[in-house]
């Protein structure tokens, strides 16, 4: 299996545009996660998915981000607009059951100027 | 809520001493417990993870760890590092119910110097 897929794996924009990002979890896998890692907050939980559903989005900072699983195997990160304090490495993670390892795909890394 | 504490932020080491890195979580019922592992400008890797049984735990590369449920810690061990272990440790826990997503603690830098 290819393991957690992730693109872009760098984005650089200005503030005010729209950031999509895209995320393949492994097939099988019933449990999506998105993460964030910056180096005030380190990583913590976005949002996370079971069989497509949005089941916690609690950790979503702000209207400005919206997330969505359309179908088992591609998500999206939508951020609209962008800020400066948006930059940081966007991480996706799946899972078969809640209770098994969480594999993590490589991390967008973005920027926003 | 869960939580999850790693008092030791940054930690330099020379090669073939031991390691040893805390972690502490607060969260009274049955938990998950995770090491994850991220080199430099990689995603996070699994090293090793308790569900149940022993609590001495075996995983990647010759780390282990012990959960103590007493203390509420999941600390990491090796006995010999090597300048490939440079890298960054995350301790992670997922209560065993209820909520599935992973709590982090802050991380542990890591530089071994040959």
């Known amino acids: 299996d290819a393991g957690v897929i992730q693109s872009p794996r760098h984005e650089v924009t200005e503030m005010g545009q729209e950031v999509t990002l895209r995320c393949k979890p492994i097939?099988?896998?019933?449990?999506l996660f998105w993460y964030r890692q910056t180096m005030m907050r380190g990583l913590e939980l976005l949002i996370y998915?079971?069989?497509?559903?949005?089941?916690?989005d609690s950790g979503m900072p702000e209207d400005r981000f919206s997330a969505k699983m359309p179908n088992a195997s591609f998500s999206t990160l939508k951020i609209q607009p962008s800020e400066p304090r948006d930059s940081a490495v966007y991480f996706c993670?799946?899972?078969?059951?809640?209770?098994?390892?969480?594999?993590f795909g490589p991390g967008t890394r973005l920027l926003v100027l | 809520a869960q939580s999850v504490s790693q008092h030791n932020h940054h930690v330099i080491l020379s090669e073939a001493a031991s390691l040893e890195l805390g972690c502490n979580y607060s969260?009274?019922?049955?938990?998950?417990l995770f090491w994850y592992v991220q080199y430099p400008g990689q995603h996070l890797q699994l090293l090793l993870k308790?569900?149940?049984?022993?609590?001495l735990v075996k995983g990647i590369k010759g780390f282990e760890a012990e959960f103590i449920k007493s203390k509420f810690s999941f600390n990491l061990r090796k006995p010999s590092v090597q300048w490939s272990d440079t890298a960054e440790y995350f301790c992670?826990?997922?209560?065993?119910?209820?909520?599935?997503?992973?709590?982090f603690g802050s991380g542990t830098r890591l530089q071994v110097q040959p």
């Open positions: 097939s099988g896998h019933d449990y």
């Open positions: 308790y569900f149940s049984g022993d609590p």
């Open positions: 998915f079971n069989n497509n559903v949005p089941i916690d």
């Open positions: 969260y009274g019922g049955t938990v998950n």
């Open positions: 993670a799946s899972t078969r059951d809640s209770k098994e390892t969480q594999y």
């Open positions: 992670a826990v997922n209560a065993g119910t209820g909520r599935r997503a992973l709590t």
